[in-house]
């Protein structure tokens, strides 16, 4: 994955909200097994980048392995990491399945489980340390 631009590291300025909240998700396919490949992967990205239009979320980072996926993205305020996970899963188990019918071999197409992590351009000791900086001022 590539690293953090300039631009992936600036505020989004939304309504009366000002916030920079970039989160790493990693997601799998059940039982880990190694779908991910061809024309799913290419079907894949494209569901993913309608979706990133359709709620404007920022695609920072995306990569599809044929056992999992990793993707960086920067949402809004108002938007959950867990709402981001069902739309993004929900959507592409759908649309991937009815397209490829080897996929309804699995069970479910993804794991209920996923990772995800937030990103920025500070620091929790960093931010911790500013905010104790504030008493008294």
Do not use: C
């Amino acid at each position: 994955m590539a690293s953090l631009s300039k631009e992936d590291l600036e505020y989004r300025h939304e309504g009366n909200a000002v916030s920079l909240i970039n989160l790493h998700f990693v997601f799998i396919p059940k039982r880990r097994k190694a779908v991910l490949v061809g024309k799913i992967t290419e079907r894949l990205q494209e569901i993913i980048f309608e979706l990133v239009v359709e709620h404007r979320w920022k695609l920072i980072a995306l990569e599809v392995m044929p056992d999992h996926v990793h993707l960086l993205l920067n949402i809004k305020p108002t938007d959950s990491a867990s709402g981001v996970m069902n739309k993004v899963k929900g959507r592409a188990s759908h649309h991937l399945r009815l397209e490829f019918p080897e996929l309804k071999k699995l069970p479910t197409l993804w794991t209920p489980s996923y990772f995800v992590g937030s990103v920025g351009n500070v620091s929790t000791e960093t931010v911790r340390k500013y905010i104790e900086g504030q008493k008294g001022k």
